[in-house]
């Protein structure tokens, strides 16, 4: 059990309440049973202590000899509770006179305590309620030995004075096996509430460990978790709600997934549905196209802005068709990787070669980086990024490339959409058994693999233009965002950032966007320097889901 466990803590405030009430009652019990004991004890040994005084010592002349003292002391002692007597008279000449009954040699007048002796010769004051000068004092006392004793003196009216000393040490014991019991009594206690706390512990964590579990099932996806209810607790109650709950929930995301997938749909058909007459059309401005830039002056100047209107609006509308294309497939989880080894120096540069960016980019690459990545998707990302910071940004737009270690968790563990690689992994060796490398040629690549692993691709560009507001930079991903509603209509599409983030997705890497301390926005794309690992690790099941949705789209 956890220190902070549910039913660690049960357990301990069981004991506590258990222990709290034995304790008690163990005491009070105690308390009790030793002043029953003591207290019967000391009035028995005392009533017989007190007639004895009155038969044996009263009997006594006023001025009795020793012997007479040592004959009475033996015989006060002889008594049931056999107790030691210490007697003592004045003589005529005017000193002690001290005997005992030699019961306990080691008793004398040393052991009597001061107090015990000034009360018993104090004389009391004859009135109607007190009949008797003097009285019987006790005072209960410990030996150098540890042994309880009770010490009692009383005097007769011109007579002797005799003290009596009694020895407690059986009643000790009773009372120390007594004290044992209860303890003994306690600690069953103690561990009968422990069993009983672990009993309850586990009556009542079970269904909150069934719930828990349910909950994390739920959390995973499994919306059609239920737990079994029985009775009519409190818990009970818990599970129909929970119940309650997760079908409402599935409810719920079945219908989001059912409008979703009908938006997607809706969107898939048509984009296809307009690349039919969205040809045609392209046809014919490509041709007005031609007549606009021939010589011979076909287009009548009248109608040249509109026929420029027409063919540059055309040419957008195609590039917002062929985005929501690539967009679906995203959506489909139908995007793949075609992995090939690059030069990034040299992407970068046939990138912005031909886009004729080359007098707006400054490139700061070192020759020789390459990785293995899909050097199409690498294009839309690159073009996409350096297209969208010299459109709302400031030329020159500076894009540098740096190779980093590899944070310690994976760049994108949870990408929206499974990478999948369009060929099979070649394995040279099944085919060509007598090929295959040795043991050290094995190792040296996979020391290479893992070092690529360890490595990143960090390509970042940065414009010289206002920045981005900060209330922006949350949404500069997202799909058809405007940053200014007041400029609800754009050259580009607003779903440019979007694909480019999608393609860094499938690659295994992200894109973040940041304004530079210097002035500017900072796009930093991160890349694995070798895609092959992420391709491999593609969920099985969502290339399935992939394959599906493009049946049934591919069926309608």
């Excluded at 003196?153 to 040490?169: C, F, H, I, N, Q």
């Amino acid at each position: 059990m956890r220190f902070t466990s549910l039913r660690l803590r049960l357990v301990l405030v069981f004991g506590l309440v258990a222990l709290t009430a034995a304790v008690t009652a163990s005491g009070i019990a105690y308390w009790l049973n030793r002043e029953a004991v003591l207290t019967r004890a000391q009035d028995a040994v005392l009533r017989d202590f007190e007639q004895e005084m009155q038969n044996r010592a009263g009997a006594l002349p006023s001025e009795p000899t020793q012997e007479e003292l040592r004959r009475a002391a033996e015989q006060m002692s002889n008594g049931s509770q056999h107790f030691s007597v210490l007697l003592i008279s004045v003589a005529p000449d005017g000193r002690l006179v001290v005997e005992s009954s030699g019961m306990l040699d080691s008793f004398t007048l040393e052991d009597v305590p001061r107090s015990l002796r000034e009360a018993v010769n104090r004389k009391q004051k004859l009135t109607s309620a007190n009949s008797s000068p003097y009285h019987l004092y006790w005072q209960r006392t410990v030996g150098e030995d540890g042994t309880p004793y009770l010490v009692a003196g009383a005097r007769v009216a011109d007579g002797p004075t005799g003290y009596m000393l009694k020895s407690l040490e059986p009643e000790a014991k009773d009372l120390n096996s007594l004290a044992w019991s209860l303890g003994i009594a306690t600690a069953l206690a103690l561990v009968g509430s422990a069993l009983l706390a672990q009993a309850a512990a586990t009556t009542v964590l079970r269904p909150v460990h069934r719930l828990g579990i349910a909950a994390r099932r739920l959390g995973e996806g499994k919306l059609d978790t239920r737990l079994q209810v029985s009775g009519t607790d409190e818990l009970a109650e818990l599970s129909r709600t929970f119940n309650r709950t997760a079908a409402a929930l599935e409810q719920r995301v079945a219908e989001m997934s059912a409008r979703d997938e009908a938006s997607r749909r809706f969107v898939a058909d048509m984009s296809h549905e307009l690349r039919t007459p969205l040809t045609a059309i392209t046809a014919v401005t490509e041709v007005l196209e031609e007549e606009l830039d021939a010589e011979t002056g076909g287009i009548d100047p009248m109608i040249e802005p509109a026929v420029r209107l027409v063919v540059s609006e055309t040419r957008r509308l195609g590039d917002l068709v062929e985005n929501l294309m690539e967009v679906t497939r995203f959506d489909a989880g139908t995007a793949r990787l075609v992995l090939d080894d690059v030069d990034i120096a040299d992407q970068i540069t046939a990138c912005v070669d031909a886009r004729a960016w080359l007098d707006a980019v400054e490139l700061d690459a070192e020759r020789g980086v390459t990785a293995r990545l899909d050097p199409r998707r690498l294009d839309v990302i690159l073009a996409n990024l350096i297209g969208n910071a010299l459109k709302h940004g400031g030329s020159p737009v500076r894009v540098s490339v740096r190779v980093e270690d590899a944070p310690d968790a994976p760049l994108a563990p949870h990408a929206p959409h499974p990478p999948h690689t369009a060929h099979a992994p070649h394995d040279a060796a099944a085919e060509h058994p007598e090929r295959v490398p040795d043991a050290d040629a094995a190792a040296g690549a996979d020391e290479a693999a893992a070092e690529a692993a360890r490595k990143v691709l960090v390509i970042r560009v940065r414009d010289h233009g206002p920045g981005i507001p900060e209330e922006v930079l949350p949404h500069v991903f997202d799909r058809f965002y405007k940053a200014s509603a007041s400029r609800p209509r754009s050259e580009g599409s607003g779903l440019g950032l979007s694909i480019a983030l999608e393609n860094a997705h499938i690659h295994g890497g992200e894109i973040s966007a940041a304004n530079s301390p210097e002035g500017g926005a900072v796009f930093t794309l991160r890349l694995p320097l070798d895609a092959s690992s992420v391709t491999e690790e593609a969920p099985a099941e969502q290339q399935a889901g992939g394959r599906q949705r493009q049946r049934q789209r591919s069926g309608r």
